[in-house]
């Protein structure tokens, strides 16, 4: 049997296994991807990594690997014009990452070929013992009580402690393991190509807002830009079609000229946008990551970054030494509980209701390591489902301490729990008394 069985071999799947080895080199790791070998070597697309995931891969010792193929994004421009206007008014700039603006002398993002990124989590998983098998498809699993057993394409069956579907948006694992998803289509797609351009671009990112949507150039080595051109699904297909001149003149007409003359180098593909939201990330022996949880439009960048945050919430979960006792299926679901609000609580996990006899009751939270104390009023630990404003309840004039949405990571940050919420307490009642409690 093995620990944790990774399908999807993309960099949230290879960054778990990596940081999985990295937390608990005991653990014995395999990644099965339904990709031929070879294919993510033809993938010409680039990425934006934000400061917080450059320190997780540094961390885990690919970063090094990955920098010299890396341009820093050190300004962000954005423009709200029509696409016609011959001046493009700057609605808004930042600077990013330097000492002089305050910030830690490193760039607030940098934009990494695909290659680059998926290539050294490669070669760390190979250095770490993490098995990959290409070619290989998940095509149905059952849980049990302590593992779940996996079933290849071929008939195959794997037992492992925990699968994790890190297979894209269109997660086929998900639908098998009966979470659904709010998903929307905003009748958009996605030109991504990479243009080569006469003039240097200081590392300059800039989104135009136009009347179609945003058009993004992104900052590459070597006097190259990768785009994210947002066009109507039907305009983007059509645009993809074109001969290099039309589609190079209908580039220009949103890029401009102040980079000079340019070539558009790389393929060119349009990619559906859409909302994708699983309404819950785990299942018994089973939890999802990156885009097969959340996809999300591309308009901030962030779709990367939120699989790597998802990759370190389930890493430390794995090896917390508060839940190292626990099984990785209730691991799982204290993973969950860091990352969305809405799923439920198992028996057993909430407070106790404590009666108030005019003492202060005191209540344990279920990581260990939090006691809240209050006067008059019961303590429970549970999920809100409604809206963040109802997710933290007191009585006036007495807030609640421990573990709140807001204080559960600055003030502990190892309490996983989920928000606490204030319950009015009976009052004490003699025989005899009325409900008012007097006699």
Partial sequence: MIDVLIAGGGYVGLSLAVSLKKAAPHLDVMVVDAAPEGVWTKDERASAVA??????LDV???WQAIAPEAEPILR???TDSKTADPVRPVFLTFEGGGEDNGGDGRPFAHMVPNTALVGALRRACDELGVSIRQSTVVELFKSGDHSVAVTLAGGETI??????ACDGVRSRLREAAGIKAVEFDYGQSGIVTTVEHERPHGGTAEEHFLPAGPFATLPLKNNRSSLVWTESTYDAERLVKEDDFIFEEELERRFGHKLGRLKVVGGRRAFPLGLTLARDFVA????????AAHGIHPISGQGLNLGFKDVAALAETRSSRRTASASISARSRFWSATRRGGASIPSGWALRRTSS??????????CGSCATSASASSIACRRSRSSSSAR???LPGEPIRGCSPASRFERNRSCLCPPLIRLPAPSPRRRGEGTSGAN
């Fill in 159 to 164: 037992e492992a402690r925990l699968l994790v």
């Fill in 60 to 62: 885990l010792g690919v």
């Fill in 76 to 78: 962000m421009v954005i």
């Fill in 284 to 291: 018994p022996r089973f939890a999802l990551a990156g885009d």
């Fill in 357 to 366: 006899t005019g003492s202060s009751p005191t209540t344990s939270c279920p």
């Fill in 51 to 56: 400061a917080a995931a450059e320190r997780m």
């Fill in 392 to 394: 933290r309840r007191a």
